[in-house]
């Protein structure tokens, strides 16, 4: 296979992809409208924020971080560039408020995790709340509406025939994939979540890495809160709330280790695609709101639960295919036994690898 | 046996027809033995041999997927940690498992914390813990958080812990890897202890003097299969390594007379610390010529792994100067001691060294700015390839595919790793410390060979070992350290067992924590 497309899939989500399969094929027996151009197109601009913001969480919790701040992230940068379309006019202005905003949020998370030594569960559970706070303060808690067409264009224009907001999402997902899949940038990410202290003293400049990733994270988000403004028409000082939660789900169910190490932003994807059809698909059915998030929860829960059976599964059919260490060569092939870790150490992982 | 109703008892564990598979490893075969009740047992065998996992399946920690263990007069099948435990089978794993933020004397009375009311009872908790620490001989506060130990007081507490019920079986994996020279002899006259009052012992150790001092019999294992069982006594080293290995050796040691005779430019100091001084360590005056292996020698706790650190750029200097071909390196941090040309592979590969989910070839690669040519900023994985398997080949590493996982190669395997990715990165100055820790005979002897060769090519090369044996059998001169100073600088001729550890133990034998 080619290395790339080796590298885009693997690990294997089979769970993940039996889950969107069995969506797919049963949504458009129950629904004639599903499998329309017009519908796909509307979950790609649906799934458009939470997946910008799923891409960067996904080189964050490779790396072996965590940032659940994203949603006032969006929130902040979404007032910000509204603010300040009204007050200048500009365009290029607002939307450089509004990911600049998001960037230095993302700075400063970065800055408090690695100089303050603060856990990143912690540290941005608390600059959940601080952005939020600021987002009041900035909005007078009080929707901002946008007005100037171009700014509008961002969310609901169309490039080719293709939505916008979809666009973004796409150059976002490849953009991320060569940096982190072919670059030296991607190598230390998976080195800083697989074992941080070996990648220092391998050189690697951990804390400069931790930071940077935050950064993205950030500036990521602030890209989201403008394309959101934009397809809203305002900025809601209340928006993005709980989407750091949907952005995490979508990154887990693409098989990214908590523990970090282990992910794939292909994986991300996929479990972006699950989360946006299963919406999708409820709403289309017209299932109420309040089931909507039982199903989902329900979704994450079978899917990875699948995955960590499927990875048993193949482990124990690779120990029947290969022949025993007696009939196999010299002492230096030694196999890794003798540590007893080959299983020991696979066990924190959420999903495996 | 037929002596009905005498002291021959029954076996204290019979392993029968064990088999036990892994991911792509059969890991036991088919491995039966027997161990006697108030023997000392050793088990050996090369990395990889399958010993760790029998000592798991005895613990309850893996379900063997063939054969029995059985355990005589117990009545208990051993299906889970808890049941070896009724079975009063004890396992003590070369890293201690202990509650790091939890007192000495919680961890060693833990699972049977004394109580008043379904409290605990403190004073009593202390009390027992101290006793139990005055009954094996080792000198410890049980008060301390597990934390603020070192390695060997770290051990310790883990077999005080062992030791804190009635037990019937005790299981060690190289006790002695963190422990000096006089904690050894502490454990091993509790080891004798135990014997005489009948419990049985398996001695999992690489050091075969330590075998010949303290076990009656040994068995032998080479890749998952039991070779034999012998009486320690009556066999030769020699022997011994023959059946660890399959084939003979005639010394574990590259000839050492082969190196020191006309080395190119030999004298040029490439490595030249001056009164570095970090945290307790210090001050430190060295230097490491071009051609030369300098070993680094002293006891745990004299600050050779500190220092070791400091070079690294991993712990601030305190003070003092460190110059690589004669440039001081300035810089902070690992970054700015790889950039100056000095290369660490440190003692513990697996938390130090190595990302095991990653490939061979991105944990080589790792740290490295770039391989060239490529596209802009984009790697170009033919020419990483190309790179890695150039080192592959010049260190033998197997198997021999640059995408394997790192942690599915062997011990000797993933050192070697880590020494290429140094080698590729042409440093000036080469340390090693404990390069061949947890590393089998086959593959010691490949690694002594090679940092010979690396010599060669003008490296320095710093060797920091705890084995005697292997810095003198290295070191062209050995600095040995103690207290956290150089107590002495020792040339290869007169580098012996004996002047090595007169300088480490100092002339007033006092004893350091």
């Known amino acids: 296979m080619i290395p790339a497309a080796r590298h885009l899939l693997r690990p294997t989500r089979i769970g993940v992809m039996l889950a969107l399969a069995a969506l797919v094929v049963s949504l458009s027996i129950a629904s004639p409208y599903f499998l329309t151009t017009n519908n796909v197109l509307n979950i790609g601009v649906a799934v458009a924020l939470v997946g910008v913001v799923a891409a960067g969480s996904t080189l964050v919790m490779i790396a072996g971080g965590l940032d659940v701040s994203v949603g006032s992230t969006v929130a902040l940068a979404g007032v910000s560039a509204a603010s300040v379309l009204s007050s200048t006019s500009s365009v290029a202005l607002a939307i450089a408020a509004g990911v600049v905003v998001g960037g230095l949020a993302g700075l400063f998370n970065g800055l408090i995790i690695t100089k303050l030594n603060i856990n990143p569960l912690i540290a941005t559970l608390g600059t959940l709340s601080v952005y939020r706070g600021l987002t009041f303060i900035v909005s007078d808690g009080v929707a901002i509406g946008v007005t100037e067409a171009p700014f509008l264009d961002i969310g609901s224009g169309r490039l080719a025939g293709i939505p916008n907001p979809l666009v973004i999402l796409l150059v976002v997902f490849a953009v991320l994939a060569v940096v982190l899949h072919a670059t030296d940038i991607g190598r230390n990410v998976y080195a800083i979540g697989g074992n941080a202290e070996a990648a220092r003293l391998a050189g690697i400049r951990v804390d400069r890495y931790r930071t940077g990733l935050y950064t993205l994270n950030g500036l990521l988000a602030g890209l989201a809160g403008v394309v959101l403004t934009a397809r809203l028409g305002s900025a809601q000082p209340l928006a993005g709330a709980g989407l750091e939660l949907d952005a995490i789900a979508a990154v887990v169910l693409g098989g990214v280790a908590l523990a970090g190490g282990i992910g794939t932003i292909g994986g991300t994807v996929l479990g972006v695609l699950v989360l946006g059809v299963l919406n999708n698909g409820l709403t289309i059915l017209a299932i109420d709101s309040f089931y909507q998030y039982v199903a989902r929860g329900g979704v994450l829960l079978v899917a990875v639960a699948l995955d960590q059976a499927g990875q048993a599964r193949r482990e124990r059919a690779r120990a029947r295919s290969t022949p025993p260490a007696s009939a196999r060569a010299p002492s230096s092939t030694d196999p890794p036994g003798d540590d007893g870790d080959a299983d020991r150490t696979r066990a924190p992982h959420l999903t495996g690898g | ?513």
């Open chain 2, 1 to 513: 046996m037929a002596d009905a109703g005498s002291v021959v008892a029954a076996p204290a564990v019979e392993f029968r027809e064990l088999s036990k598979r892994f991911p792509g490893v059969l890991a036991l075969d088919r491995v039966s033995w027997t161990l006697a009740p108030g023997e000392i047992h050793a088990l050996l065998g090369e990395n990889g041999a399958g010993k760790s996992t029998l000592l798991r399946i005895l613990a309850g920690d893996h379900r063997p997927d063939g054969g029995e263990l059985v355990l005589p007069g117990t009545g208990v099948d051993v299906r889970t940690p808890a049941d070896a435990h009724d079975a009063r089978v004890r396992v003590i794993y070369q890293e201690p498992n202990l509650l790091m933020d939890r007192s000495v004397a919680e961890n060693v009375l833990i699972g049977a914390l004394p109580a008043r009311r379904h409290l605990v009872d403190r004073r009593r908790l202390h009390e027992l813990a101290a006793e139990q620490a005055r009954r094996l001989g080792v000198d410890i506060d049980v008060t301390t958080r597990v934390r603020r130990l070192g390695p060997a007081a770290r051990q310790l507490v883990e077999i005080m812990k062992a030791l804190a019920s009635d037990v019937r079986v005790l299981a060690l994996d190289e006790p002695t890897s963190s422990l000096s020279g006089r904690e050894t002899e502490r454990l091993f006259a509790i080891l004798r202890t135990l014997r005489s009052d009948g419990v049985g012992i398996v001695y999992v150790s690489h050091r075969l003097e330590e075998v010949r001092e303290i076990a009656d019999r040994a068995t032998v294992m080479r890749d998952g299969r039991v070779v034999g069982t012998v009486s320690v006594a009556s066999t030769t080293d020699a022997e011994l390594i023959r059946m660890m290995i399959g084939r003979q050796i005639s010394t574990v040691f590259a000839t050492p007379d082969t190196h020191g005779d006309g080395r190119g430019d030999r004298g040029t100091p490439r490595l030249a610390v001056t009164e570095l001084r970090t945290g307790s360590v210090g001050p430190v005056s060295l230097t490491v010529r071009a051609g030369e292996v300098v070993g680094i020698a002293g006891l745990v706790g004299s600050g050779r792994s500190k220092l070791v650190r400091a070079l690294a750029g991993a712990e601030p200097l305190t003070g003092g100067e460190v110059r690589v071909d004669g440039r001081p390196v300035r810089s902070r941090g690992p970054s700015g001691a790889i950039a100056a040309g000095i290369a660490v592979c440190p003692e513990d590969r697996r938390a130090l060294a190595l990302v095991p989910d990653r490939s061979v070839r991105e944990n080589i690669l790792l740290g490295h700015r770039t391989v060239r040519p490529r596209l802009g900023f984009l790697r170009v994985r033919r020419r990483e390839v190309d790179r890695v398997e150039r080192y592959l080949r010049l260190l033998d590493i197997r198997p021999a595919d640059p995408e394997a996982r790192v942690r599915t190669l062997s011990g000797g395997n993933q050192q070697k790793v880590v020494l290429a990715r140094w080698l590729a990165r042409e440093p000036s100055v080469l340390i090693l410390d404990e390069p061949t820790r947890g590393i089998d005979v086959g593959a010691k002897s490949e690694i002594y060979a090679l940092i010979r060769r690396l010599t060669a090519d003008g490296l320095a090369v710093l060797v920091v070992s705890s084995e005697l044996v292997e810095v003198i059998g290295l070191a062209d001169r050995v600095y040995v350290m103690r207290g956290g100073r150089v107590a002495g600088e020792v040339p290869r001729a007169e580098a012996t067992e004996e002047s090595l550890l007169t300088l480490a133990l100092g002339t007033n034998q006092r004893s350091r924590p």
